[in-house]
């Protein structure tokens, strides 16, 4: 059974940093594309940020130089620090797992990010 669990979500202030985890079980972690999103109320969800297997990385506009994302693949675990956030980063961030050896993504229950103005 697959589970991603995220957590590090919470209430900050603008230009304040918070750390989300993302801790995966059920997939080989180690041969998984990973992603954070995030949807704001009204709005698509979108990518924020992703990693392959080996490290390399993607950021959407709007959080580069502010977002990073990194992986532990010892611990199955997937983070995305962020910095200096605004509160247009206010919404529920969501980790996915795309495990190579299957045709399948996988989603996290998401995480409540608030950031006040």
């Known amino acids: 059974q697959v589970q991603l669990v995220e957590s590090g979500g919470g209430l900050v202030q603008a230009g304040g940093s918070l750390r989300l985890s993302c801790a995966a079980s059920g997939i080989a972690f180690s041969l998984s594309a990973m992603g954070w999103y995030r949807q704001a109320p009204g709005k698509q969800r979108e990518l924020v940020a992703s990693s392959t297997p080996v490290g390399s990385t993607t950021y959407a506009d709007s959080v580069k130089g502010r977002f990073t994302i990194s992986r532990d693949n010892a611990k199955s675990t997937v983070y995305l620090q962020m910095n200096s956030l605004k509160a247009e980063d206010t919404a529920v961030y969501y980790c996915?797992?795309?495990?190579?050896?299957?045709?399948?993504?996988?989603w996290g229950q998401g995480t409540q990010v608030t950031v006040s103005s």
């Open positions: 996915k797992a795309s495990p190579f050896l299957n045709n399948n993504d996988y």
